[in-house]
């Protein structure tokens, strides 16, 4: 006998309201539907009646958690678009708060995880360390959340003698903490009989559905955009990109745990390389006819911004690609053939950011000019009807 | 794998004191540069209105009031909208800011029309350098409540 | 004057009032160890130490509306909860501590009473499965078949470790195994596999991590309590209370020797032995995360059923040497 169940809009396995509607046959999954909309708030077309200042901080609040990569995917997009490039300081604090916030979010993620098994006293204790992260960068941006730190053209603050120092005191002792909880989550034998085996995603799969982020690392595809496609100062820093074979959720905790180790390594560098100079360019508050394309690796994937200028000061197009909504397809498929015990460990495996990824998709014909709008799960069934070998096509044009 | 990996570090915790900091009873200190809510200092103001235009939330509304001669301003800042990203400071063309920053960040209230602050002056002329007025004692931040 | 003494032992001492406080108490003991252990606070402001905080979740949500579906099978919904908490407390008077005298017991201790408080323990589970299945909520279904499918896991490994004492002792009242261990305190060594075996077993009759799958709340909101609410959810909770109390006495008299004493002595050597035994739950429930309803079964199993039926071999290994 099988019942359609729903997880959501409103369940407490979820942070943020989204649909998940399962078709089960006792405690097996047999289909499942992912339904988006539920926190739209036109963030895109808000963005079009502010101006290019204005619109950092409204890219900020798309999320709170990733809330610097939103801000900085823009930033590097604006600054191309003005043809300017911010002094090698303001890079380097820049890129400072990115790898900060890249721990702060994987902390989250390993205590939400752990919340989600019902290894509570593991999220406790994780979200106790994250403590460390969320006070570095108070004290560094003057805020927990929505650290602000970007402007167009460089940052707004300075590190000094005594922030720097205070910074490798925190890493160091996270890192600590860090090796501790991997030998935890790897060994403690209730949360890993949660875990192993669950929300499995072959590496064919993961690039024929074009996942990114850890979800996608931890089936052994190693894509990280800062090793791809190096912006900035992520090609002087040696580091490597985390990758685990079990293609599971255990895979995808592993990954974000040696993630967090490289960000470490890779802040401690920073610091000690930290050039002397300005931290910031003055830049024109008007942007130069053009397009352009900006990504950014975000902790949970790669993040894609485009943005459309005409010459005035505010945009005439800004789309945000944000990496969650690059993982659903790759999650309806791990979702069929598992438990409804797995349901949330799935789901959160992905560590999803659903206000990332409300976004309306419109369509527009080429030859009669109308235009429909199209929601987002009939877009994936239409894709998900082309053939699964489909080829991905080397040298993508950008539809636009 | 071992069975109760977990348990010495659970069993030392039960002689620490616990992690969590009994707000409102105790508080934690704020670091120096914390962004609070934005204040107007009114004597350096020139009135250029890059605040205004530059607030992502339009919080703060400047408004010419009585005759155009007497150069008298009025400033609002909602402190309802206000996002506290402290633009209004950054983006100040005068030295020193004539927008600071303070440091309160316990703004609750069951009234958000209680939430406004607002200023009454006269724009402030930017002298030569040479003869440049007393400048008040630099700002500090206020004390928090 | 013997209706006013049997009505004031069944309403206050040792029955509903006593209960509720204690089981509040233990609540709230249990909440401030699992809080330590994760460096957090606990109830800290209700009343001193916030020993009050259950009993002020118990007056809100007996305030609050009580909701019942339309669907509802209404006649079982709304018993339900009062049922389960007259057969927990019922219960908890067979406990060995209100009838300090074996000479003149009173009617709570006669043979076989160790039957009668396993056969009312077991009660609970079926209420809790009914008040499932009368809610008619796809989740309170799931979870109402979860907790059958444990009850089939536990039971076998509970009933067999809690009577390898009682076959030691040759007797199966309750007060005469505490004093025939009270009398030769070294054989309580003999058990100590039986006691780990039926501290992980009414683990899981509690519902407490890693078995609170049945209720578990990331993933099908709450199980059997999702459709509950108000005065009826306070019941059920207090229950829970309860149960946590009275299992944790029965273990302390097979395993831990009993209350000695008389009355005040044996009182507090209650209140001691309880809290020690609710320490360890707390431990268990700090330490592990939950696991599935297939594995649950599984290392039921193969774990707790071998492990129960070694310490039965054993006890009667001993017995067998010792006449």
């Known amino acids: 006998m099988s019942f359609n169940i729903p997880i959501g809009p409103q369940h407490p396995a979820l942070k943020e309201p989204i649909s998940l509607r399962m078709t089960i046959e006792g405690e097996v999954i047999t289909d499942a539907d992912i339904r988006l909309g539920y926190n739209h708030r036109g963030i895109e077309k808000l963005a079009e009646e502010r101006n290019w200042i204005q619109n950092i901080y409204l890219m900020e609040r798309i999320c709170g958690i990733c809330s610097h990569s939103h801000a900085t995917c823009y930033v590097q997009a604006v600054e191309r678009l003005m043809e300017i490039a911010p002094p090698k300081r303001g890079m380097y604090i820049r890129y400072l708060v990115s790898e900060l916030e890249r721990i702060h979010s994987h902390l989250l993620w390993l205590g939400v995880a752990g919340h989600e098994a019902g290894f509570d006293s593991f999220f406790m204790y994780v979200w106790r360390d994250r403590e460390i992260v969320m006070d570095l960068l108070e004290m560094v941006s003057g805020n927990r959340v929505h650290y602000a730190i970007n402007t167009v053209g460089g940052v707004r603050r300075d590190l000094d003698e005594t922030q720097k120092a205070r910074i490798l005191d ?94 470490y390594n890779m802040i401690e560098q920073m610091i000690k390389k930290l050039p002397a100079g300005d931290i910031a360019v003055r830049a024109p508050r008007k942007a130069k006819p053009g397009e352009t394309v900006s990504r950014y690796e ?17 945009p005439e197009r800004l789309k945000v690609r944000a990496p969650t909504l690059g993982n659903y397809a790759a999650t309806v498929f791990m979702l069929k053939k598992g438990f409804v015990a797995d349901i949330p460990l799935i789901f959160a495996a992905i560590d999803p950011c659903i206000c990332c990824a409300e976004r309306v998709v419109t369509l527009v014909d080429g030859r009669s000019g109308a235009s429909s709008l199209v929601s987002l799960s009939d877009l994936r069934r239409r894709a998900l009807d082309r053939p699964a070998n489909a080829l991905v096509k080397g040298k993508a044009e950008w539809p636009f | 794998m071992r069975i109760a990996a977990f348990l010495p ?33 009114p004597e350096l103001c020139i009135v250029c209105k890059a605040c205004e235009r530059d607030c992502p939330a339009e919080a703060i509304e400047i408004t010419a009031v009585g005759e155009p001669a007497e150069k008298r301003f009025k400033m609002v800042i909602h402190n309802d909208r206000c996002i506290h990203c402290a633009q209004c400071v950054d983006v100040c063309p005068t030295t020193p800011k004539a927008m600071q920053m303070d440091s309160l960040f316990e703004l609750a209230a069951d009234d958000r029309h209680k939430l406004k602050k607002d200023w009454v002056y006269v724009r402030a002329v930017i002298k030569p350098k040479a003869a440049a007025p007393a400048a008040p004692a630099a700002p500090v931040a206020e004390p928090k409540a | 004057m013997a209706v006013l003494r049997t ?19 233990s609540e709230w003991y249990d909440r401030k160890v699992y809080a330590r252990l994760q460096n957090r606070m606990g109830p800290t402001h209700t009343g001193r130490f916030g020993l009050l905080q259950p009993v002020a979740d118990f007056f809100k949500l ?17 018993a339900l909860p009062a049922f389960g908490l007259a ?4 219960s908890g008077l067979l406990l060995p501590v209100w009838n300090f005298s074996l000479a003149a017991p009173g009617w709570t201790s006669f043979s076989g009473d160790i039957i009668v408080m396993l056969y009312l323990l077991s009660l609970p589970t079926l209420v809790l499965f009914l008040a499932a299945w009368s809610s008619t909520n796809l989740f309170s279904t799931i979870g109402g078949a979860r907790v059958l499918t444990m009850l089939f896991g536990y039971e076998v490994p509970l009933f067999l470790a809690v009577l390898s004492p009682a076959v030691l002792a040759g007797s199966w009242r309750l007060a005469e195994i505490a004093a025939f261990y009270q009398q030769r305190p070294a054989l309580l060594l003999v058990n100590v596999l039986g006691f780990l075996v039926a501290l992980v077993a009414v683990q899981a009759k509690l519902e407490r991590t890693p078995f609170d799958i049945p209720h578990a709340e990331t993933e099908i909101v709450g199980g059997t309590f999702t459709e509950y609410s108000g005065k009826k959810l306070a019941l059920f909770r207090l229950t829970t209370d309860i149960e946590m109390v009275v299992a944790s006495g029965l273990l302390a008299t097979v395993f831990l020797g009993g209350f000695p004493g008389g009355a005040l002595l044996g009182f507090a050597s209650f209140v001691i032995k309880t809290l020690f035994i609710i320490f360890l739950l707390s431990l268990i429930r700090a330490l592990t995360s939950r696991i599935r309803i297939d594995q649950v079964v599984s290392f039921a199993w193969r ?9 039965l071999l054993a006890t009667i290994l001993v017995k067998g040497f010792l006449s």
């Open chain 1, 298 to 314: 975000a902790p949970r994937g790669e993040n894609i911004h485009y943005i459309k200028a005409n010459g005035t000061e505010k």
């Open chain 1, 170 to 263: 925190g890493i160091a002792t996270l890192r600590k903490r860090s090796e501790y909880y991997l030998h935890i989550g790897a060994n403690e034998p209730s949360f890993v009989a949660r875990i192993a085996g669950v929300g499995l995603l072959p590496k064919e799969q993961a690039v024929a559905l074009c996942a990114v982020g850890p979800t996608a690392r931890a089936s052994g595809w190693d894509r990280d955009v800062r090793k791809e496609d190096p912006y900035a100062v992520y090609d002087e820093l040696e580091w490597q990109v985390a990758t685990a074979d079990t293609c599971d959720v255990l895979g995808r905790v592993v990954v974000r745990i040696k993630e967090l180790l490289e960000s």
């Open chain 3, 7 to 25: 009505l004031l032992y069944l309403l206050v001492y040792p029955g509903l009032l006593f209960l509720f406080v204690y089981g509040t108490f």
């Open chain 3, 87 to 90: 057969v927990v407390a019922t």
């Open chain 3, 303 to 311: 774990v707790l059923a071998p492990l129960a039926v070694l310490q």
């Open chain 2, 9 to 41: 570090e659970l069993l030392r915790h039960l002689f620490k004191k616990p992690a969590t900091v009994d707000y409102p009873f105790k508080k934690i200190a704020l670091p120096e540069d914390f962004r609070g809510t934005p204040y107007l200092q």
């Open chain 3, 62 to 78: 007996m305030a609050k509306e009580d909701v019942v579906p339309d669907a509802a099978d209404k006649g079982l919904f709304n």
